[in-house]
């Protein structure tokens, strides 16, 4: 389709009737896609009984009420049908229309076609099927080809039409067009033979024919000056000006990030590394791990190694080697995911050995042999390429890893950890003391309810062992709970008395963010500072009672409280316990 120089105000009807009557059943099939306007089939209809009355036949329309025998008879006839582009769609790609019989394809709205319209879908497939046949679109809205950016050669390059010389084709068609001037409407075959383009025609109502050249038509006729709108006419600034702010933001904090980053880093390094003689912990004498625990430990280094490789996850990202629609070298990306791999485990190591959490050459081993793995896991996913020629492989492994994830997740066992509890301290609750218990060992993740009998819980009391030197006449001590979660408990707090009546602090009915049930590690924070007054301690041996009194209702199971910490704080003088 090319378009032309020039503008020819006759009704499209009256041009696609001309056209639809030079055609010859010898010829084979001639298609058109049912326009939209019920107004332009009928108008087509008119002017075919008028041109020529005594053999006008009205087109057939192929519709989805059509049966498949009668369709296909259609199809054989050689006759001009009207189809809809579903059914035309369906019948070539069921083969139930051969390509071969049609000898063009008419489409009547060149105006709204683009890349993702059903025109172009039908002249794809109908390309690829017949490349014989013509294809000729028209259009009764010449001022919507014009307009935009290139709108009729990207409409060509939908339609699969080679773009040729609008300049020949203005002459060819205006020389038909002298030609025709004498005659109103008598359109013969021999005046409309030799048309090498489609023309975009205005409709009009107007009974007379009347021509007029468009600027760019190689004519000697005088011509209109008429203001061409420039680029920078058609951009639209407010969507243009959104897209450049996103763009400067989205700049900004990527510039941003790693400054930030690393600043919040070192302050926290160097806050760890200030505090960690504060900091309890019984890592420091050295800890040995059993045989089979670092074979399990090894077994997930190596499995998340592989796992690493063959996604290409590493440091907080997903650069995979078969995200190439991405626009990243598959080479480049498994590098750098192995790379984030072993930073991110470096740093963990660093992370482990500032907070004494397990000794470092455990995490160093660790390290290698995921590093490994993730080559492994590489050279893996580039070999299963390379045999099934498929990167969606990615997919299938994902999906594995969420099955696996979920199963192992149901087998791990722990949910009702809140039930050994019972098994625990069937008959008495926690006792900690100060100094001399573990609390890797002797803390219960949560002071939750004792399970009785079926369905029968009950509240209870933990105590706090500690020792105070000499303590400060008439002064006030600060005890201060930190709540990680609470789950419609009430805490009692009593000091040196569990019969203290009333408690020295109560919290009420409290909390609703059901971690325990859930398995979560905190809820809504709560935070609660308590006076206690000096006269309430001793000097020697000290107990904080803290009671959950809260265990009824078919949720028993779940109320209980997180502490997040527990801190007796002494007068000024006094130091922390």
């Given at each position: 389709?090319?378009?032309?120089?020039?503008?020819?105000?006759?009704?499209?009807?009256?041009?696609?009737?001309?056209l639809?009557?030079l055609?010859?059943?010898?010829?084979g099939?001639?298609?058109?896609?049912?326009?939209?306007?019920?107004?332009?089939?009928?108008?087509?209809?008119?002017?075919?009984?008028?041109?020529?009355?005594?053999?006008?036949?009205?087109?057939?329309?192929?519709?989805?009420?059509?049966?498949?025998?009668h369709?296909h008879?259609?199809?054989?006839?050689?006759?001009?049908?009207?189809?809809?582009?579903r059914?035309?769609i369906?019948?070539?790609?069921?083969n139930?229309?051969?390509?071969?019989?049609i000898s063009?394809l008419?489409?009547?709205?060149?105006?709204?076609v683009?890349?993702?319209?059903t025109?172009?879908?039908?002249?794809?497939?109908?390309?690829?099927?017949?490349?014989?046949?013509f294809?000729?679109?028209?259009?009764?809205r010449?001022?919507?080809?014009v307009?935009?950016?290139?709108?009729?050669?990207?409409?060509?390059?939908?339609?699969?039409?080679?773009?040729?010389?609008?300049?020949?084709?203005?002459?060819?068609?205006?020389?038909?067009?002298?030609?025709?001037k004498?005659?109103?409407?008598?359109i013969?075959?021999?005046?409309?033979?030799?048309?090498?383009?489609?023309?975009n025609?205005?409709?009009?109502?107007?009974?007379?024919?009347?021509?007029?050249?468009?600027?760019s038509?190689?004519?000697?006729?005088?011509?209109?000056?008429?203001?061409?709108?420039?680029?920078?006419?058609?951009?639209?600034?407010?969507?243009?000006?959104?897209?450049?702010?996103?763009?400067?933001?989205?700049?900004?904090?990527?510039?941003?990030?790693?400054?930030?980053?690393?600043?919040?880093?070192?302050?926290?390094?160097?806050?760890?590394?200030?505090?960690?003689?504060?900091?309890?912990?019984?890592?420091?004498?050295g800890?040995h791990?059993?045989?089979?625990?670092?074979?399990?430990?090894?077994?997930?280094?190596?499995?998340?190694?592989?796992?690493?490789?063959l996604?290409?996850?590493?440091?907080?990202?997903?650069?995979?080697?078969?995200?190439?629609e991405?626009?990243?070298a598959?080479q480049?990306?498994?590098?750098?995911?192995?790379?984030?791999?072993?930073?991110?485990?470096?740093?963990s190591?660093?992370?482990?050995?500032?907070?004494?959490?397990?000794?470092v050459?455990?995490?160093?081993?660790?390290?290698?042999?995921?590093?490994?793995?993730?080559?492994?896991?590489?050279?893996?996913?580039?070999?299963?390429?390379?045999?099934?020629?498929?990167?969606?492989l990615?997919?299938?492994?994902?999906?594995?890893?969420?099955?696996?994830?979920?199963?192992?997740l149901?087998?791990?066992?722990?949910?009702g950890?809140?039930?050994?509890?019972?098994?625990?301290?069937?008959?008495?609750?926690?006792?900690?003391?100060?100094?001399?218990?573990?609390?890797?060992?002797?803390?219960?993740?949560?002071?939750?309810?004792?399970k009785?009998?079926?369905?029968?819980?009950e509240?209870?009391?933990?105590?706090i062992?500690?020792?105070?030197?000499?303590?400060?006449?008439?002064?006030i001590?600060k005890?201060?709970?930190?709540?990680?979660?609470?789950?419609?408990?009430?805490?009692?707090?009593?000091?040196?008395?569990?019969?203290?009546?009333?408690?020295?602090?109560?919290?009420?009915?409290?909390?609703?963010?059901?971690?325990?049930?859930?398995?979560?590690?905190?809820?809504?924070y709560?935070?609660?500072?308590?006076?206690?007054?000096?006269?309430?301690?001793?000097?020697g041996?000290?107990?904080?009672?803290?009671?959950?009194?809260?265990?009824?209702?078919?949720?028993?199971?779940?109320?209980?409280?997180?502490?997040?910490?527990?801190?007796?704080?002494?007068?000024?003088?006094c130091?922390?316990?």
């Amino acid at each position: 389709m090319a378009v032309s120089s020039f503008s020819l105000q006759v009704s499209l009807s009256k041009l696609i009737s001309s056209l639809l009557l030079l055609h010859s059943t010898s010829q084979g099939t001639l298609l058109i896609l049912s326009p939209s306007s019920a107004t332009l089939k009928s108008k087509i209809n008119f002017h075919l009984k008028t041109l020529n009355p005594q053999f006008y036949q009205v087109p057939v329309e192929i519709t989805a009420d059509l049966p498949v025998n009668h369709r296909h008879s259609l199809y054989s006839s050689g006759s001009v049908c009207f189809i809809t582009p579903r059914i035309l769609i369906v019948d070539l790609l069921t083969n139930k229309l051969p390509a071969s019989i049609i000898s063009g394809l008419i489409i009547l709205n060149a105006h709204s076609v683009s890349k993702t319209s059903t025109e172009a879908f039908i002249v794809r497939i109908f390309r690829s099927l017949n490349r014989s046949a013509f294809v000729r679109v028209f259009s009764d809205r010449p001022q919507a080809m014009v307009s935009g950016f290139t709108k009729a050669e990207r409409t060509m390059k939908c339609l699969h039409i080679r773009g040729e010389s609008t300049a020949d084709n203005c002459q060819i068609l205006q020389s038909r067009v002298n030609r025709l001037k004498s005659d109103k409407y008598q359109i013969d075959s021999d005046k409309l033979k030799g048309y090498s383009c489609d023309i975009n025609f205005t409709a009009t109502s107007n009974e007379d024919v009347e021509y007029k050249y468009l600027p760019s038509c190689p004519d000697d006729e005088p011509q209109k000056k008429i203001n061409q709108g420039t680029i920078l006419s058609n951009i639209q600034w407010k969507k243009f000006g959104l897209l450049c702010f996103v763009w400067i933001a989205v700049l900004l904090l990527q510039i941003a990030k790693t400054p930030v980053t690393v600043g919040v880093s070192m302050y926290q390094a160097i806050g760890l590394y200030q505090g960690k003689k504060i900091t309890v912990s019984k890592q420091d004498h050295g800890t040995h791990w059993p045989l089979h625990l670092l074979i399990v430990s090894l077994s997930c280094a190596l499995l998340a190694g592989i796992l690493g490789g063959l996604l290409g996850v590493g440091s907080g990202f997903v650069m995979g080697p078969l995200f190439i629609e991405f626009g990243i070298a598959p080479q480049v990306a498994s590098a750098t995911a192995t790379l984030g791999m072993t930073f991110t485990a470096s740093i963990s190591v660093a992370q482990y050995f500032l907070l004494n959490r397990f000794p470092v050459p455990y995490a160093l081993y660790l390290t290698i042999v995921a590093t490994i793995a993730a080559y492994i896991g590489q050279k893996i996913i580039d070999r299963l390429v390379n045999i099934f020629q498929r990167a969606s492989l990615i997919i299938f492994v994902l999906s594995f890893t969420i099955l696996v994830s979920a199963i192992a997740l149901g087998e791990y066992r722990q949910y009702g950890l809140w039930e050994r509890y019972a098994e625990l301290y069937p008959n008495e609750d926690l006792i900690y003391t100060v100094g001399v218990s573990d609390y890797t060992k002797d803390w219960f993740y949560a002071q939750v309810t004792r399970k009785k009998n079926e369905d029968i819980y009950e509240g209870t009391t933990w105590q706090i062992k500690f020792n105070l030197d000499d303590v400060e006449k008439d002064e006030i001590y600060k005890l201060r709970l930190a709540l990680a979660s609470a789950n419609v408990s009430e805490l009692q707090v009593r000091v040196n008395s569990v019969k203290q009546d009333p408690p020295i602090f109560s919290t009420g009915v409290i909390g609703k963010d059901y971690a325990i049930g859930r398995h979560g590690i905190h809820g809504l924070y709560w935070l609660f500072n308590i006076d206690v007054p000096s006269l309430l301690l001793f000097n020697g041996d000290n107990t904080i009672f803290l009671t959950q009194t809260m265990a009824f209702g078919p949720l028993a199971r779940f109320q209980g409280i997180m502490y997040d910490y527990i801190r007796l704080e002494g007068p000024d003088s006094c130091s922390s316990y």
